[in-house]
């Protein structure tokens, strides 16, 4: 299983960031699995942000972040996406997406819970 994000670069602030992950080697409908994002800002842990069911898309943010976020899939493109709006100079870091069996949650991500991956897209937040 193959997981490739996709993003801008770079955002000015104020504005909405949306990425792409698109998944290979199997469907983001087989069940078991939460999609997730996830960012990594400079100098700091990897941060949970979303997770999308694979079972029935239901959606779920971390309470700190919820009200900027919106995740959602494509099935017929095998992709997961993410926008975060109102983007400010700390939203800045490397986001990924990645697979696991548990549902998302606020704080530092453990690596091992996962079962995938993507490689991770810079983001950076300037004007």
């Known amino acids: 299983v193959q997981l490739q994000e996709s993003g801008p670069g770079l955002v000015n602030p104020s504005q909405t960031l949306s990425l792409a992950c698109t998944v290979s080697?199997?469907?983001?409908?087989?069940?078991?699995?939460?999609w997730h994002w996830i960012r990594q800002p400079p100098g700091k842990e990897r941060e949970g942000l979303s997770c999308?069911?694979?079972?029935?898309?239901?959606?779920y943010y971390v309470e700190s972040m919820k009200d900027r976020l919106t995740i959602s899939r494509d099935r017929s493109k095998s992709t997961v996406y993410l926008e975060m709006n109102s983007l400010k100079p700390e939203d800045t870091g490397v986001y990924y997406c990645?697979?696991?069996?548990?549902?998302?949650?606020?704080?530092?991500?453990?690596?091992?819970?996962?079962?995938?991956w993507g490689q991770g897209t810079q983001v950076t937040v300037s004007s």
């Open positions: 999308i069911s694979s079972s029935d898309g239901s959606t």
């Open positions: 990645a697979a696991s069996p548990l549902k998302c949650r606020e704080g530092e991500v453990k690596e091992g819970l996962f079962n995938y």
């Open positions: 080697g199997d469907s983001i409908t087989t069940k078991g699995y939460y």
